[in-house]
């Protein structure tokens, strides 16, 4: 008797637990926000998704290869939404909500190259980590800057309005779902991504409280650059098959400067390398470079001059890059992304030909501010610093996409201009990664929480002093180096594994 009594409790204490676990009490349900007014916006659906059943839309790039990677996303709201902040614009946006379990905080994803898409897949990551999240389109469809032509209102929506219109409509959204707007909120993004988290925090300073901004892609004309050393004469044509040989002379002459021989060049700009070292002697057997193609390895690692006056105008790839300059030297035209903007948007002519560039006019065309209209270059953080806004900003020393030295000078024209290190390092801090391709990838770390070195710095006050980045091959972690804020460098304690970030530190 007395066992069937705790039976008989047990079962009504069991049953009480399930039926009184309280559901999340929301603002709204997520198809009413269908009906939601915003100015300027349409709300095109608004869905309720179960977890694990979202696809990517069929125009989606990469749908059938990228959708396995979805199946383990929570239920969320979906609100996908059009802006038209002026009469040629067309800005779709999606935001995500997560369902239960939201972290209370709101994250931005940027987008790459010419945008054109949604960044689903960085959508995914954030909502994963309990994010509201949203991306944006730009304002067109498609990867090519042809939509510029003849449209200035849509490179400015892709310049810098879509993001600040996005991120509005997303905030008004979240508050009208939970009841409450976000009590932080992120931006994150690489190259283009990176570029317009600069313009956030330069012109729209109180959008975000934290911002990473990796390997912005402020446009300069180094890809005319590189093709008129590579590509305009067949003679200075370096084959792809040449760039491992350059590189590993160009390892094996300035690995061993910051002290430890480990296949990486920690500050590029120490490093003095020759590609006269690979002048072949004889013939030209494949194992080594003609004297046009000395030249033109020369010309990649200067800087852009003016060929009437020599000043400076652009900063140059480094030592280390040499195995990713397929991407603007492969040809037979410069990479798409700079042709793209001096086809469409700096000549506004689709049959330009870039052998005609002059560096010196044609620059003064190209800096023209209705040319330039995506940069972001300007230094004054004022009041994205006065609202304490916290700048992140990191770049792989061997990106062949962006130059990491286009990085380090804005990194020093806002310190300058913001009263010196000591007054912007509890601001902004750069993190440099020798060996990391464009926004990831290569031969060194390349991996490290940007998202959550942020928030420690945004909501606790801990600003990062050093990253550990991880290296990983086949899925399994090789190495990990920490990562210094700019000007310290990672240096070798002088023993352990050089492999183990525990055996170096920053100085």
């Known amino acids: 008797m007395k066992l069937r009594s705790i039976c008989l409790v047990s079962s009504i204490v069991l049953v009480t637990v399930v039926?009184?676990?309280?559901?999340?009490?929301?603002?709204?349900?997520?198809?009413?926000l269908k009906t939601l007014s915003l100015e300027n916006t349409t709300i095109t659906l608004a869905q309720t998704v179960a977890a694990g059943q979202f696809s990517l839309p069929a125009t989606g790039r990469?749908?059938?290869?990228?959708?396995?990677?979805?199946?383990?996303?929570?239920?969320?709201?979906?609100?996908?939404?059009?802006l038209k902040p002026s009469s040629d614009s067309d800005i779709k946006v999606e935001a995500w909500l997560p369902m239960s379990n939201w972290n209370g905080k709101y994250q931005a994803v940027g987008n790459g190259g010419w945008a054109g898409v949604i960044s689903y897949s960085a959508m995914a990551e954030a909502l994963r980590r309990g994010y509201a999240t949203s991306s944006t389109d730009t304002g067109h469809v498609g990867g090519s800057g042809e939509f510029a032509l003849g449209h200035p209102e849509k490179l400015i929506d892709f310049g810098y309005r879509s993001e600040h219109e996005m991120t509005v409509k997303s905030k008004l959204i979240i508050k009208a779902f939970y009841g409450n707007a976000p009590q932080y909120s992120y931006w994150n993004g690489c190259s283009t991504g990176g570029r317009q988290g600069l313009?956030?925090?330069?012109?729209?300073?109180?959008?975000?409280?934290?911002?990473?901004?990796?390997?912005?892609?402020?446009?300069?004309?180094?890809?005319?650059w590189v093709a008129s050393a590579v590509l305009k004469d067949k003679a200075s044509y370096i084959p792809p098959s040449k760039y491992s040989m350059i590189h590993q002379a160009a390892v094996n002459a300035c690995d061993a400067l910051d002290g430890v021989k480990d296949g990486l060049i920690e500050d590029p700009r120490q490093c003095k390398f020759d590609p006269?070292?690979?002048?072949?002697?004889?013939?030209?057997?494949?194992?080594?470079?003609t004297a046009p193609q000395v030249e033109a390895a020369r010309k990649i690692y200067s800087s852009g001059k003016n060929p009437h006056t020599g000043k400076e105008l652009f900063a140059s790839l480094v030592p280390g890059t040499e195995l990713g300059w397929g991407v603007q030297a492969a040809g037979p035209d410069p990479s798409a992304n700079m042709f793209d903007h001096f086809k469409y948007v700096v000549?506004?002519?689709?049959?330009w030909d870039w052998r005609t560039f002059d560096f010196d006019k044609g620059i003064e065309r190209f800096e023209q501010p209705e040319n330039n209209v995506m940069n972001s270059t300007d230094p004054n953080l004022k009041q994205f610093f006065a609202h304490d806004g916290k700048l992140l900003l990191y770049h792989g020393w061997a990106d062949t996409n962006v130059p990491t030295l286009n990085t380090i000078k804005y990194y020093e024209s806002v310190v300058e201009a913001m009263g010196g290190a000591s007054q912007t390092s509890n601001r902004i801090r750069l993190f440099l990664e020798p060996g990391m391709g464009h926004c990831g990838g290569g031969e060194g770390p390349n991996v490290f929480d940007k998202i959550g070195i942020l928030e420690q710095w945004v909501e606790k006050g801990k600003a990062p002093d050093q990253i550990?980045?991880?290296?990983?091959?086949?899925?399994?972690?090789?190495?990990?180096?920490?990562?210094?804020?700019?000007?310290?460098v990672a240096q070798y304690k002088g023993s352990g594994s050089v492999d183990d970030a525990a055996n170096f530190v920053c100085k």
Do not use: W
Not at 19 to 32: I, Q
Not at 203 to 216: H, K, R, S, W
Not at 347 to 351: A, E, H, L, R
Not at 472 to 481: F, I, P, Q, S, Y
């Open 199 to 224: 313009k956030e925090a330069q012109m729209f300073p109180n959008d975000y409280d934290g911002i990473i901004a990796g390997a912005p892609a402020n446009r300069t004309p180094m890809a005319l």
């Open 347 to 351: 000549y506004k002519d689709p049959n």
């Open 19 to 32: 039926v009184f676990v309280p559901a999340p009490v929301f603002a709204a349900t997520c198809e009413s």
């Open 276 to 289: 006269k070292v690979l002048l072949c002697k004889n013939e030209d057997n494949g194992s080594c470079l």
């Open 62 to 82: 990469g749908a059938a290869q990228q959708n396995a990677a979805f199946k383990q996303l929570p239920a969320f709201c979906r609100i996908a939404a059009t």
């Open 468 to 488: 550990v980045a991880s290296h990983a091959t086949n899925g399994e972690v090789d190495r990990t180096r920490p990562l210094c804020p700019y000007p310290k």
